[in-house]
Every structure is written in structure tokens, then in C-alpha cells.
């Protein structure tokens, strides 16, 4: 991961990325991790995302790990909340009632560090990975979570037309990288409404990882 080209991203503003919305996928499948009220998910690289609001608004307790500083200062100004901030090692942990957010390199945490985990939402962190990384990222995951359930996202397109990120995954890619920890189900796919960034054909494909 480059880790100075997602700063730059966030310092100058560039973040296309950013959804204006809860996620549709998110929406329509969250159910299917069978959480209850106060159940914790983690989100990887999770930004500022609006999906982070509609997990709090549910009920559930959120936890986060983001690179940039700036995507979770505006995250908790966003969500109205004045966080606790301390030195967790090598990382910032921001905290608030039913929110932690790691910030530095998702590497760095380890599972005492993050607490218990009860599912796992990853629609940023898998796709935004370079194909050398994903492979043991999803092994970190998995770890870090202790296996908790997980809903995946990943996008699917022509990789000549674009390099990412966010990459294009292959099914194959997600059996992979996944199939040794957990039973796989692809929930759904569909294409992406208007093409990929507005310029060429591509689908989204939502995973649940038992």
C-alpha cells in the first residue's frame, strides 16, 4: 500500500472514493451477519464513510482502522462527537462512547489492541489493496477478528482500462484469499449504475464470509 498516496488523497482533497451515501450493498445484505443490538463490527480503512453512521444509528458498536489522521478528524466532527485520543504503540486510537477508530498502518493492530470483534464490514480495504498485499491482508483480517463473520465488497472490471485502486477482484482472488477460514456465499452482484467512475462497464460483487 502507498501509503503517501492516500495521504495526499485526503490532504488535497481528492477523495472520489468518498460515498454521499450509506452503502446499497451494505444496506440490503448487513442483515445476513446476524448482529444484535451492541454486537462491535470492525470496518478496515474506513475513512470518513457514511456507513459508519448508519452502524451507530442501528445500534451497534463501531470500530476502525484508517491511515489518514484528517479521515477520521472529519470523521468524528461529522458525527458531532469530541473523541479521547492516545498513543497506542504505533497507532493513534480515537475513542467515543461506541466508537473506536485506529489511525496508522491496519499492520500495526494487533487483536488485544482492537477488542472483541463481532463481524466484519470491508467494502474499502480488500479493493484498494495491490494484488502483492491482499493475500495477507485478508490472512491480518481474519486474525485480528477471530474469524467473526464478514461481508465483502469488491468491485469487478476490465483491469486494462484503469490499474486502481480500488483493484478489480476475481472470484477465484476471494476463494483464495478466504476460502481456507471461512464457508463462502456470493450474495449478490450487479452492475455498477452509469459504468465505473462514469467511463466503463463494472460490477459489484457482495460476499458473506462464515
Given at each position: 500500500m502507498d501509503r503517501d498516496f492516500?495521504?495526499?488523497?485526503?490532504?488535497?482533497?481528492?477523495?472520489?472514493?468518498?460515498?454521499?451515501?450509506?452503502?446499497?450493498?451494505?444496506?440490503?445484505?448487513?442483515?445476513?451477519?446476524?448482529?444484535?443490538?451492541?454486537s462491535r463490527v470492525f470496518v478496515p480503512l474506513c475513512g470518513k464513510s457514511l456507513d459508519l453512521h448508519w452502524l451507530l444509528s442501528e445500534g451497534y458498536r463501531v470500530a476502525g482502522a484508517e491511515l489518514s489522521r484528517i479521515a477520521v478528524d472529519q470523521l468524528f466532527a461529522d458525527l458531532g462527537l469530541t473523541p479521547g485520543v492516545r498513543q497506542a504503540g504505533?497507532?493513534?486510537?480515537?475513542r467515543a462512547p461506541d466508537i473506536d477508530i485506529f489511525v496508522g498502518d491496519i499492520f500495526c493492530?494487533?487483536?488485544?489492541?482492537?477488542?472483541?470483534?463481532?463481524?466484519?464490514?470491508?467494502?474499502?480495504?480488500?479493493?484498494?489493496?495491490?494484488?502483492?498485499?491482499?493475500?495477507?491482508?485478508?490472512?491480518?483480517?481474519?486474525?485480528?477478528?477471530g474469524r467473526a463473520p464478514q461481508l465483502l465488497i469488491c468491485y469487478q472490471y476490465d483491469q486494462a482500462l484503469m490499474n486502481g485502486p480500488p483493484f478489480s477482484i476475481a472470484d477465484e482472488e476471494v476463494r483464495q484469499c478466504y476460502g481456507q477460514a471461512y464457508a463462502l456465499t456470493l450474495l449478490a452482484r450487479?452492475?455498477?449504475a452509469g459504468g465505473f467512475k462514469g467511463r466503463f462497464p463494472a460490477v459489484e460483487a457482495v460476499w458473506l464470509l462464515q
Open positions: 492516500w495521504h495526499r488523497k485526503w490532504a488535497s482533497n481528492e477523495i472520489g472514493f468518498h460515498e454521499g451515501a450509506a452503502n446499497p450493498l451494505m444496506l440490503a445484505h448487513a442483515g445476513r451477519l446476524g448482529l444484535s443490538a451492541g504505533e497507532l493513534l486510537h480515537y493492530l494487533d487483536s488485544e489492541l482492537l477488542g472483541r470483534v463481532d463481524a466484519v464490514y470491508d467494502r474499502a480495504a480488500f479493493v484498494a489493496l495491490p494484488e502483492s498485499m491482499r493475500t495477507s491482508y485478508a490472512a491480518h483480517v481474519t486474525h485480528l477478528a450487479s452492475e455498477v
